[in-house]
């Protein structure tokens, strides 16, 4: 089993452990990412470093209702969910929408949280379609938590249909923001953003390509 060290800050059974270090295994040996179309059969997932950061960013706050903006084959979800389903535990409910508009990359992402099993699968509500449509409704609960790891121009259209449903203090993480190739893309985010009144706080974190943090903390 390939080793990936970020996995020694995961809480998680050896069925899941074995199948995250697989998927980063094979995420690291496909190609770079060119552009959307030619990434069909990639994961084009979110680096290690950032997956663990998540995790503990959701077991630290205490998530327990998480939207996630690109879900590929479902890998960054297996932590959010295990992150979910350890909030839960104390009793409760608890939620991760993902959201998937390949409906390859869904099924796929359907086979890689039953390999993982209940301690992932059954945390997970995944939307297939465009997510556009499919999180216009039913987000009844405050959101504490939206992974932004999408196609950049997608991002804000995104942020604008979840931000009435963020809780106080919710945390929005935004996946390469500081990458010189994706700025333009993410620009009106970063704008939408920036303006006081829009409610946000922000800063970056400087992983590989950048990690947009941000917190809302309410529309005045
Ligand atoms: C960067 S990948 C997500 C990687 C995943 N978060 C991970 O770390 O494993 C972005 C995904 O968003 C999907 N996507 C792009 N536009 C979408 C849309 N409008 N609705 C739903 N999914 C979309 C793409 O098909 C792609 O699989």
Same mark, same amino acid.
């Given at each position: 089993?390939?080793?990936?060290? #970020?996995?020694?800050?995961?809480? !998680?059974?050896?069925? @899941?452990?074995?199948?995250?270090?697989?998927? #980063?295994?094979?995420?690291?040996?496909?190609?770079?990412?060119?552009?959307?179309?030619?990434?069909?059969?990639?994961?084009?997932?979110? *680096?290690? *470093?950032?997956?663990?950061?998540?995790?503990?960013?959701?077991?630290?706050?205490?998530?327990?209702? @998480?939207?996630?903006?690109?879900?590929?084959?479902?890998?960054?979800?297996?932590?959010?969910?295990?992150?979910?389903? =350890?909030?839960? !535990?104390?009793?409760?409910?608890?939620?991760?929408?993902?959201?998937?508009?390949?409906?390859?990359?869904?099924?796929?992402?359907?086979?890689?949280? !039953?390999?993982?099993?209940?301690?992932?699968?059954?945390?997970?509500?995944?939307?297939?379609?465009?997510?556009?449509?499919?999180?216009?409704? *039913?987000?009844?609960?405050? @959101?504490?938590?939206?992974?932004?790891?999408?196609?950049?121009?997608? !991002?804000?259209?995104?942020?604008?249909? &979840? =931000?009435? #449903?963020?809780?106080?203090?919710?945390? &929005?993480?935004? *996946?390469?923001?500081?990458?010189?190739?994706?700025?333009?893309?993410?620009?009106?985010? &970063?704008?939408?953003?920036?303006?006081?009144?829009?409610?946000?706080?922000?800063?970056?974190?400087?992983?590989?390509?950048?990690?947009?943090?941000?917190?809302?903390?309410?529309?005045?």
């Amino acid at each position: 089993m390939t080793s990936f060290p #970020h996995l020694a800050s995961i809480n !998680a059974s050896p069925r @899941v452990l074995k199948v995250l270090s697989d998927l #980063h295994a094979d995420a690291a040996a496909e190609g770079p990412y060119l552009n959307p179309a030619a990434s069909l059969d990639k994961f084009v997932a979110l *680096d290690t *470093d950032k997956c663990a950061l998540v995790y503990l960013l959701l077991r630290a706050s205490g998530a327990r209702y @998480v939207v996630e903006a690109g879900t590929s084959f479902g890998l960054s979800t297996i932590y959010l969910a295990l992150a979910v389903g =350890q909030n839960a !535990a104390a009793g409760g409910a608890g939620k991760v929408i993902a959201t998937e508009k390949e409906a390859a990359k869904a099924a796929k992402a359907r086979e890689n949280w !039953a390999r993982a099993g209940p301690e992932v699968e059954q945390w997970i509500e995944l939307r297939e379609g465009d997510l556009r449509e499919t999180l216009k409704t *039913d987000l009844a609960e405050p @959101v504490d938590f939206l992974l932004l790891d999408i196609w950049t121009p997608m !991002a804000l259209p995104t942020l604008k249909l &979840v =931000q009435p #449903h963020l809780k106080k203090g919710a945390i &929005v993480v935004a *996946d390469n923001v500081d990458e010189a190739n994706f700025k333009e893309g993410y620009r009106e985010l &970063v704008e939408y953003i920036g303006k006081p009144e829009n409610g946000f706080k922000a800063t970056s974190i400087p992983f590989s390509g950048g990690l947009g943090f941000y917190v809302y903390l309410g529309q005045e």
